[in-house]
């Protein structure tokens, strides 16, 4: 299954795997894991540290030492991880449906647009989310040891998937205390509970082994906090991602977009309506006189647990809303609407072919909703993009200072993300809302060419933003602000326009200071 799996992924992004590194990628864990690779050192210090665990960056590390470091050879590694992912939800889903159904979700998972996308990307979400799969399933099987081994090898992926077994745990705990309630409600302290209350002690098992990978996570953070200092990562990644986003207001607003995205994001809605219209409208099929079953009541429960407790937790911390947090809930859901329409539906393989076209159809897409471009293959085109402006800046404005933001910033510098050839020199401001885009034009001398682009997706036009409150809240707690078109901001900076590209509702452009800047340029050069 795993090689099968593997040779589909691999064939579905095979004109992806030369790509340069994206955002995120070029931000931290690529530079974190180059520097596994150079001093054998897992605190990064050519980025600031954020406490991440790792363990992806260390199998990136050991793919560049064996092979060469390469795009292809990171996309490549990434694609395993995807492979042996989907893998591992094939088995959960074997175990708690049939073949048929697990053939068909893993099919779903492979080619829904968040998973396909992050399936090359250099990130920590997709690998954490397979190993609690495997995890899951170890743990339906009633192979604690298995489980916990999973729990723990997931939590040093990245340290959110100590929520799955923490979930299950409390579940369990909740499970354990109700049983001992109800049965001391029965018999009282007569000496016949005690066998009755023997079951416990399994439940008290699985209690411990849930536990048991918070230890490994627990190591690292003590290692982290005895070389850095810190133990949640630096104090500016601490209050971006915990400290401000506890806020009540936010906190809803933010589960709203999380069930937005278990349930309806870039056409996930086909299928959860169609479980929803086939759970409420049709009744079992049957085979041989028999009714198809469903998912047991305690697999499912399980399944809510760990959908729920990632629903909130990802509401209450992170500072970016990212649809990737939630790669380990997703699936899950899948799982259980596959196997309604499985159960319930004649015509159910057409069904999953409608939705699998659906989410093929949303890799191209652009939604009229403000996404992150890494959940598509809108990654695709920001990094075609940034490629363009930055060669064309290379070859024209060589020895130039460069107003720019990030990713770009480090785009420039880093010739080993894989956008230039050699390093740039930079003059960097926070982003292109109109504050810092008229703040630059103050220290104008200090550059002779800016590079603008666009630092996220929003539709047009942005019908929700036409409800200024919306846009108040998204300003206050998602960092939200509106990019200065190029054409405004060549006017600001007092240049012209060289260079202007635009792809899907991305833009990209390099402005060129007036002659006299580029005079004064030539003499600190000279000089």
Partial sequence: MFALVFVFVFLLHVSLLRLPYFWDESGYYIPAARDILLTASFIPHSTVSNAHPPLVMAWLALWWKAVGYAPL??????????AFSLAGLFRLAER???????IAATLCTAVYPVFFAQSSLAHVDLAAAGLIFWGLSAYVEKRLLASAL??????LAKETAILAPLALAGWEMIGLLAREASLRKFWGDCEDARGDLRPNRGRARRIASLMLPTLPLALWYLYHYSRTGYVLGNPEFFRYNVASTLSPTRFLLALAMRLWQISGYLHLWVLTLAMLVAMSMLPPQCDSGLERPRISIPVQMMFYVVILTYTVAMSLIGGAVLARYMLPAVPLVIILSVSTLWRR????RAAVV????????????????????????????YIVLHEDAERFLEARYPLAHVLTAWPASDELTRPWLGYTTRPMRVVRIEDFSLDQVL?????????????????????SPAR??????????????FGFHRDVPPAAAAQILGGRIVLSERRKGQWIAVIEMEQGDMQNAEVRMQK
């Fill in 150 to 155: 999973w729990f723990a090898v997931a939590a």
């Fill in 439 to 459: 703040s630059a034009a103050d220290f104008r001398s200090n550059y002779e060419v800016a590079l603008v682009f666009s630092t996220k997706y929003e539709p």
């Fill in 345 to 348: 539906l004649h015509f159910w």
């Fill in 96 to 102: 708690v449906a049939n073949t048929r159904v697990a």
């Fill in 354 to 381: 409608v939705v699998a076209l659906a989410f093929v159809v949303a890799w191209f897409w652009s939604p009229p909703y403000g996404f992150s471009p890494e959940d598509n293959l809108a990654y695709r085109d």
């Fill in 73 to 82: 050879v990171t996309r490549t590694a990434m694609l395993v991880l995807a």
């Fill in 464 to 477: 929700w933003d036409r409800w200024r409150t919306w846009t108040e809240w998204k300003t206050r707690f």
